[in-house]
């Protein structure tokens, strides 16, 4: 990432002195995702692409050319969009208005925000997407809002990465609700007007359950559903860290690895 991406408009030194700044997460799946969606676009780690892993955390990355440009998650996994149980953004002076208010220390907020808020704080209900898209079918008006919340700043954060990227070549939806749920995706495609997305909703709707497959109408940029391999991914890269090692290891004289 470069550093107008991941720095905070803090005060410098809590960067060079306390490395507060911008790290992201869950880099095993927006990586495996985007390097196997490009490869089946015919574009292997080529282009300008979005990826939105969709789980109980969840998070949005922006990749060009293989590199990850931004991402929505920050020093911590709270930053972004809406979660199972996490806030995502938030105005952060909500610390100070809930200690005045209600006179909550830090550690109760933080709490709040990371385990209480989210699709389980709006809704009320649950933290679990399917849950609430059958209360919402049920007429369940907190668990529609949740969704709508969901999918609206979803759309928004993934707008805003698109500022990393000099042109977009397409998005991978990936995590339990982006692999599963077509409703979801297509809530949050509507969001995004002027990308000139175009879902084909038979595509989106006639996917199986986690099977990989394109479901745009082939125009605009494409979109694809990837399921993600974040064990496979992190099995590879200990493989490749585990041969760096042994190659550097029969570099070393004999004598070396001995006395080491
Ligand atoms: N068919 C479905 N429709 C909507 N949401 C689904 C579906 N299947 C799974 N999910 C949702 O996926 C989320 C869990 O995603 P998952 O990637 O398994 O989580 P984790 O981050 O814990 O690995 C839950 O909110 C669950 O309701
Ligand atoms: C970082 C994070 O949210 O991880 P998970 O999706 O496994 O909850
Ligand atoms: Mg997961």
């Not at 979801?184 to 995004?192: D, G, Q, S």
Request: glycine share 12%; proline share 3%.
């Amino acid at each position: 990432m470069p550093a107008h991406a991941y720095r905070y408009a803090l005060p410098k030194f809590l960067y060079t002195q306390h490395n507060v700044r911008r790290y992201g997460f869950h880099g095993t799946s927006h990586a495996y995702v985007s390097e196997r969606g490009s490869e089946l676009a015919g574009s292997y780690k080529h282009g300008g692409w979005l990826t939105a892993h969709l789980g109980n955390g969840s998070s949005t990355c922006a990749i060009w050319n293989g590199q990850s440009v931004d991402t929505s998650m920050g020093l911590t996994p709270l930053e972004g969009v809406v979660m199972g149980t996490r806030s995502g953004d938030v105005d952060p002076s909500i610390h100070s208005f809930l200690a005045s208010n209600l006179g909550w220390d830090i550690y109760k907020i933080d709490k709040m925000l990371n385990s209480e808020s989210g699709l389980l704080g709006l809704s009320d209900l649950s933290n679990d997407m399917r849950t609430l898209i059958e209360a919402s079918e049920q007429g369940n008006e907190d668990a529609t809002l949740a969704i709508e919340v969901f999918c609206y700043r979803l759309a928004k954060s993934l707008a805003a990465l698109s500022c990393g990227l000099p042109r977009i070549d397409g998005l991978f939806f990936t995590g339990g609700i982006g692999e599963n749920s077509a409703y979801i995706r297509e809530k949050t495609i509507a969001y995004l007007p002027h990308f000139g997305f175009n879902l084909s909703k038979e595509q989106n709707d006639g996917l199986k359950r986690g099977t990989e497959g394109r479901i745009d109408a082939g125009t605009g940029p494409q979109i694809w559903v990837i399921p993600t391999d974040e064990e496979g991914r992190i099995a590879k890269e200990t493989v490749h860290v585990v041969e760096h090692e042994v190659q550097q290891a029969a570099k070393k004289p004999e004598s070396d690895i001995a006395t080491a």
